[in-house]
């Protein structure tokens, strides 16, 4: 007789100070999956729990590199992170899904100690000398393609299932300012740019074993920042979009050759944002 199957979604489901002691109390009446568990929270006795029901564990590492993940204010060492996929293929979980943040291209991410607009910048030798913007975004997007790449392997050294060849799943999402973020007025990177972000990624990840690389789909990601960063003047344009879909790409380009949505400045300098007589 198969345990019937509880499901935990949400943003963050480990954060609650309960999670593993409610976890363990449903244990061995219901089979217990978890959509995805903040890096920082899975201790070993969530691990056990989630292996007993599960086949992937999912994680957010969001950048290659430690010290830029520190920079997006998630504080999670690659020790930890590496203990966890270690700890994960004892279990015999089969499968490792990975999602990382790429396509930051706003020179205060990799020069700056602060978010404030105007501060003073000291960019890496590797970006300090390009003044082409073209060549900047291309060395930037080989930039993270390598941290990414680099974690990956060290990953998959330390991932073994046992008996099973154990696969890992990378989907890298490109960068979109979100508002009430500290990252709201950070430019986003054009089309091209993401496609060629895509392009690098292929070739860093595509020919590597065990490795299984999601496509990044600009086109995509370009509507989602518009409609991140709209105001009210936006409302006609989606409805004619929703009414003409196959005028939606022209549309969206119209929107921003016209600077009606700013996604690829940095925005908000000397004026509101669309959002801010929202308070949270």
């Known amino acids: ?86 700890k994960a293929g004892a279990l015999g979980m089969p499968r490792l899904k990975l999602y990382f943040v790429c396509g930051i291209v706003a020179p205060e991410f990799y020069g700056s100690t602060t978010d404030r607009p105007g501060a003073p910048l000291n960019l890496p030798d590797w970006l300090s000398d390009l003044t082409d913007f073209d060549a900047y975004c291309e060395q930037i997007f080989n930039h993270e393609a390598d941290a990414v790449a680099d974690l990956v392997d060290r990953l998959s050294e330390v991932f073994q299932p046992q008996g099973q060849p154990g696969t890992i799943g990378v989907t890298c999402s490109p960068f979109i300012p979100k508002p009430h ?21 292929k070739k860093k990840l595509g020919q590597k ?16 920042g518009i409609l991140s960063q709209g105001g009210r003047n936006l409302a006609p344009y989606l409805v004619h979009m929703v009414r003409f879909p196959e005028e939606r790409r ?28 929202i308070h949270l």
């Not at 920082?40 to 993940?69: H, W």
């Not at 973020?181 to 990624?201: F, H, N, S, V």
Request: proline content about 5%.
């Open 1 to 86: 007789m198969e345990r019937p199957r509880i499901g935990l979604v949400g943003a963050a489901v480990a954060s609650h100070p309960q999670f593993e002691e409610i976890c363990s109390r449903l244990r061995g009446e219901v089979e217990i999956t978890a959509s995805a568990i903040e890096i920082d929270k899975v201790t070993d006795g969530i691990l056990d729990l989630l292996a007993e029901s599960q086949k992937t564990l999912t994680l957010a590492p969001e950048r290659g590199l430690e010290s830029e993940r520190y920079r997006l204010g998630k504080r999670i060492s690659d020790h930890h992170l590496l203990d966890v996929a270690r």
């Open 181 to 201: 973020t500290p990252w709201e007025a950070w430019p986003m990177a054009a089309e091209k740019g993401l496609k060629q972000l895509d392009r690098i990624l």
């Open 209 to 224: 074993p065990r490795v299984r690389y999601r496509p990044i789909s600009a086109w995509e990601s370009i509507q989602q």
């Open 250 to 277: 022209r549309i969206v380009r119209e929107i921003i050759e016209t600077s009606l949505v700013q996604i690829h400045e940095r925005r908000w300098q000397n004026q509101d944002s669309p959002w801010a007589f």
